[in-house]
């Protein structure tokens, strides 16, 4: 049906209902036409159709006739439902196509309304909403900007709030801070690379008039604010274990990797009474009580383990292990020490286990005995590929292993396929491949109908069981001798003869491949001998015309590859429209020829062709011939009906096995090719 897109902007083009020496009784029909034309163009465009589908995908039910979207189609409608996200639109079910805004942006949730007018223009690939929509990212906009802590607001660019307070993106990236931060970020906390806050440089300043004073005043500054967890003494380069004095600590050896203990007096550098920190060192249940760290005013360092503890009258004697270290210790320097506590010990189990006084490296231990308390080594190791090795696990055969028996199990010899095609062996076992190998092996001979053969027995729990060929033949048909080579069996309907299969007879659907802009299109079928075969074309649309001498074809292929030939085919044929014969004789071709050319079955809107191949007995050996006709209509000029026929060969002998029809030109846009066989009569 006509429809407001096939009317011409040039007058005198619009022929259709109006043509030139038009009779009279014929006007009204043709005005009534162009008057449905209007009608149905203006309800699709007035927003009086209703939205069908869901919010996000909306039908349209159009009053004009649609077969396929084209480039300015308007479609106006009432929205029933608010949208929620990207929207689609479907009119008529021609096909989905997203509905943009800003030419090529997604529908956001609330775009569209309930109830709102909406008109849509189709550009070729989408629908462009050109109605007013509701953009409610717009009205958060602002707020965002003055608001949103959480994340960029566009671009790269955050809110006023992000930026005075902080906020993702301002916070916790570098080369930004927020107005906050510049104020107040901690002390050596960077806010910018390697710029800090107001509160860190004002801190610094005062720790900078701080040490300009004396430096025991510094020293004291330095003591008081650690004492919760750090305390202050000063160093005795003395190794003798006993009383060091006020405010001193002393190591037991001058080397500090040697240091075994440590004697520390009560009294801090300061004259605090330090002693009920110090005894709680060993409060730890564990074996190692906790930590101790020392820091010299020069930047020495040593830390230990700590092991026991003695509480002498005015002092301590720390047993230790050292740790680490670095630096020398210097007689008088001020030293901060540090203690870390050990966790306790857990709760022992039943009991403790004991093992040996050595082991292999790798072995796995077992139990000693039923007490569950001593190991033992296994004699079995995993190396640290995960290979386990144990004298029975080496392969070899140290005499104290438990052969396998019908009912016990253990170690197994597997048979060889001799021995699996003797069947005499009791104790060896059988794998899939020996049994594969043996059953190759049995010699060869011709079965008689009183050979027995094993069979299941769907009526005995699928237990096996054994019976003659001839009582498993009574089973099935009744017995008929064999006569001439390649008969079937035919029924009369009372019983089976022996005779041969007719010839000919119904075609037989092999396989379809469906055209999408598809240059070649090949069977997966294998050609076999004793049949014709036909190439039927259903529908076919070409992306282009096809030029004189350019005709589509049909091409076959040899070997398992297979090798297609694509040269030395001959045709002769002849097309014919209503008044155009033209006829090719002896052409050579790509292939067996389907004659489409010129303006059939082409680009143009409406031409389509139609055809069948027929392909006699290609896998015969010989040479291969093919039998065509087709028919089209030619868009050019005033649409007209177009048949042709040809007949092809190939000169060379061959056996087909594979087929593919080929577009010479451009592709075959849509349409169908389905394989058909028969057997030759």
Same mark, same amino acid.
């Given at each position: 049906?006509?429809?407001?897109?096939?009317?011409?902007?040039?007058?005198?083009?619009?022929?259709?209902?109006?043509?030139?020496?038009?009779?009279?009784?014929?006007?009204?029909?043709?005005?009534?036409?162009?008057?449905?034309?209007?009608?149905?163009?203006?309800?699709?465009?007035?927003?009086?159709?209703?939205?069908?589908?869901?919010?996000?995908?909306?039908?349209?039910?159009?009053?004009?006739?649609?077969?396929?979207?084209?480039?300015?189609?308007?479609?106006?409608?009432?929205?029933?439902?608010?949208?929620?996200?990207?929207?689609?639109?479907?009119?008529?079910?021609?096909?989905?196509?997203?509905?943009?805004?800003?030419?090529?942006?997604?529908?956001?949730?609330?775009?569209?309304?309930?109830?709102?007018?909406?008109?849509?223009?189709?550009?070729?690939?989408?629908?462009?909403?050109?109605?007013?929509?509701?953009?409610?990212?717009?009205?958060?906009?602002?707020?965002?900007?003055?608001?949103?802590?959480?994340?960029?607001?566009?671009?790269?660019?955050?809110?006023?709030?992000?930026?005075?307070?902080?906020?993702?993106?301002?916070?916790?990236?570098?080369?930004?801070?927020?107005?906050?931060?510049?104020?107040?970020?901690?002390?050596?906390?960077?806010?910018?690379?390697?710029?800090?806050?107001?509160?860190?440089?004002?801190?610094? &300043? =005062? !720790? /900078? #008039? %701080?040490? *300009? $004073?004396? +430096?025991?005043?510094? &020293? =004291? !500054? /330095? #003591? %008081?604010? *650690? $004492?919760? +967890?750090?305390?202050?003494?000063?160093? /005795?380069?003395?190794?003798?274990?006993?009383?060091?004095?006020?405010?001193?600590?002393?190591?037991?050896?001058?080397?500090?990797?040697?240091?075994?203990?440590?004697?520390?007096?009560?009294?801090?550098?300061?004259?605090?009474?330090?002693?009920?920190?110090?005894?709680?060192?060993?409060?730890?249940?564990?074996?190692?009580?906790?930590?101790?760290?020392?820091?010299?005013?020069?930047?020495?360092?040593?830390?230990?383990?700590?092991?026991?503890?003695?509480?002498?009258?005015?002092?301590?004697?720390?047993?230790?292990?050292?740790?680490?270290?670095?630096?020398?210790?210097?007689?008088?320097?001020?030293?901060?020490?540090?203690?870390?506590?050990?966790?306790?010990?857990?709760?022992?189990?039943?009991?403790?286990?004991?093992?040996?006084?050595?082991?292999?490296?790798?072995?796995?231990?077992?139990?000693?005995?039923?007490?569950?308390?001593?190991?033992?080594?296994?004699?079995?190791?995993?190396?640290?590929?995960?290979?386990?090795?144990?004298?029975?696990?080496?392969?070899?055969?140290?005499?104290?292993?438990?052969?396998?028996?019908?009912?016990?199990?253990?170690?197994?010899?597997?048979?060889?396929?001799?021995?699996?095609?003797?069947?005499?062996?009791?104790?060896?076992?059988?794998?899939?491949?020996?049994?594969?190998?043996?059953?190759?092996?049995?010699?060869?001979?011709?079965?008689?109908?009183?050979?027995?053969?094993?069979?299941?027995?769907?009526?005995?729990?699928?237990?096996?069981?054994?019976?003659?060929?001839?009582?498993?033949?009574?089973?099935?048909?009744?017995?008929?001798?064999?006569?001439?080579?390649?008969?079937?069996?035919?029924?009369?309907?009372?019983?089976?003869?022996?005779?041969?299969?007719?010839?000919?007879?119904?075609?037989?659907?092999?396989?379809?491949?469906?055209?999408?802009?598809?240059?070649?299109?090949?069977?997966?079928?294998?050609?076999?001998?004793?049949?014709?075969?036909?190439?039927?074309?259903?529908?076919?649309?070409?992306?282009?015309?096809?030029?004189?001498?350019?005709?589509?074809?049909?091409?076959?292929?040899?070997?398992?590859?297979?090798?297609?030939?694509?040269?030395?085919?001959?045709?002769?044929?002849?097309?014919?429209?209503?008044?155009?014969?033209?006829?090719?004789?002896?052409?050579?071709?790509?292939?067996?020829?389907?004659?489409?050319?010129?303006?059939?079955?082409?680009?143009?809107?409406?031409?389509?062709?139609?055809?069948?191949?027929?392909?006699?007995?290609?896998?015969?050996?010989?040479?291969?011939?093919?039998?065509?006709?087709?028919?089209?209509?030619?868009?050019?000029?005033?649409?007209?009906?177009?048949?042709?026929?040809?007949?092809?060969?190939?000169?060379?002998?061959?056996?087909?096995?594979?087929?593919?029809?080929?577009?010479?030109?451009?592709?075959?846009?849509?349409?169908?090719?389905?394989?058909?066989?028969?057997?030759?009569?």
């Amino acid at each position: 049906m006509a429809e407001i897109n096939s009317l011409n902007v040039v007058d005198a083009d619009n022929t259709a209902r109006f043509p030139e020496n038009q009779l009279p009784s014929t006007v009204n029909n043709g005005a009534r036409a162009l008057e449905g034309i209007i009608a149905r163009w203006d309800k699709d465009t007035n927003a009086s159709l209703s939205a069908g589908g869901s919010a996000n995908a909306i039908t349209i039910s159009a009053n004009q006739t649609l077969s396929a979207y084209y480039d300015g189609l308007v479609i106006a409608f009432e929205a029933g439902a608010t949208n929620t996200g990207a929207v689609t639109i479907n009119v008529d079910s021609v096909g989905v196509k997203s509905l943009k805004k800003n030419v090529t942006d997604a529908m956001d949730a609330g775009d569209i309304v309930n109830g709102q007018k909406v008109i849509a223009i189709y550009d070729g690939t989408n629908f462009q909403i050109v109605s007013a929509y509701i953009d409610i990212t717009q009205s958060t906009l602002a707020e965002n900007w003055a608001t949103k802590t959480d994340g960029i607001v566009a671009s790269s660019d955050y809110s006023s709030k992000a930026y005075a307070i902080g906020g993702t993106g301002v916070t916790d990236t570098a080369g930004k801070g927020a107005a906050k931060e510049w104020a107040t970020a901690a002390e050596d906390d960077t806010v910018d690379g390697s710029e800090y806050s107001a509160k860190h440089y004002s801190a610094k &300043a =005062s !720790a /900078s #008039a %701080s040490s *300009a $004073s004396t +430096s025991a005043s510094a &020293a =004291s !500054a /330095s #003591a %008081s604010a *650690a $004492s919760a +967890s750090v305390l202050s003494y000063n160093f /005795s380069t003395t190794t003798t274990m006993a009383d060091p004095g006020s405010g001193n600590v002393r190591f037991n050896n001058g080397a500090i990797s040697s240091v075994s203990a440590i004697a520390i007096d009560d009294l801090d550098a300061s004259g605090n009474d330090r002693s009920a920190v110090i005894i709680s060192f060993d409060d730890s249940t564990n074996t190692v009580k906790g930590s101790l760290s020392f820091t010299t005013a020069s930047g020495d360092i040593a830390s230990f383990d700590i092991t026991g503890l003695t509480d002498n009258s005015g002092w301590v004697q720390i047993a230790v292990t050292h740790v680490s270290s670095n630096g020398t210790f210097s007689n008088s320097e001020a030293t901060f020490i540090g203690f870390a506590r050990a966790g306790d010990k857990g709760t022992d189990g039943s009991g403790d286990v004991s093992g040996p006084g050595s082991a292999t490296d790798n072995a796995l231990a077992r139990y000693d005995g039923t007490t569950g308390k001593t190991l033992q080594n296994s004699g079995v190791t995993v190396d640290d590929s995960g290979n386990i090795a144990a004298n029975n696990l080496s392969g070899t055969n140290t005499g104290d292993e438990s052969a396998a028996s019908a009912t016990a199990s253990g170690i197994v010899e597997l048979a060889t396929s001799a021995e699996v095609t003797t069947g005499t062996d009791t104790v060896r076992a059988v794998t899939p491949a020996g049994l594969h190998a043996g059953l190759a092996g049995l010699t060869d001979t011709t079965i008689t109908a009183s050979d027995a053969i094993i069979f299941s027995d769907a009526t005995d729990s699928g237990n096996l069981k054994e019976d003659t060929v001839q009582g498993i033949l009574d089973l099935a048909l009744p017995y008929v001798a064999p006569s001439t080579s390649g008969n079937v069996l035919t029924s009369n309907g009372s019983a089976w003869t022996s005779a041969a299969p007719a010839g000919g007879g119904a075609w037989e659907f092999v396989e379809k491949q469906t055209a999408s802009s598809s240059t070649t299109l090949t069977f997966s079928h294998t050609i076999e001998a004793g049949y014709d075969y036909v190439i039927s074309a259903h529908s076919i649309k070409n992306s282009v015309d096809v030029a004189d001498g350019s005709a589509h074809v049909a091409q076959y292929g040899t070997g398992a590859g297979p090798t297609f030939v694509t040269a030395t085919y001959k045709s002769n044929g002849a097309r014919q429209d209503t008044t155009v014969l033209d006829a090719m004789v002896g052409t050579v071709t790509t292939g067996f020829q389907w004659h489409v050319k010129g303006t059939i079955g082409g680009a143009g809107a409406g031409e389509l062709w139609h055809g069948e191949m027929l392909i006699y007995n290609p896998a015969s050996n010989e040479r291969t011939y093919a039998q065509t006709h087709m028919v089209a209509g030619n868009s050019a000029g005033t649409p007209q009906p177009v048949g042709h026929w040809s007949v092809s060969l190939h000169n060379t002998a061959a056996v087909v096995t594979a087929l593919r029809v080929v577009a010479t030109t451009g592709n075959f846009t849509t349409g169908d090719f389905i394989l058909y066989r028969r057997v030759q009569a």
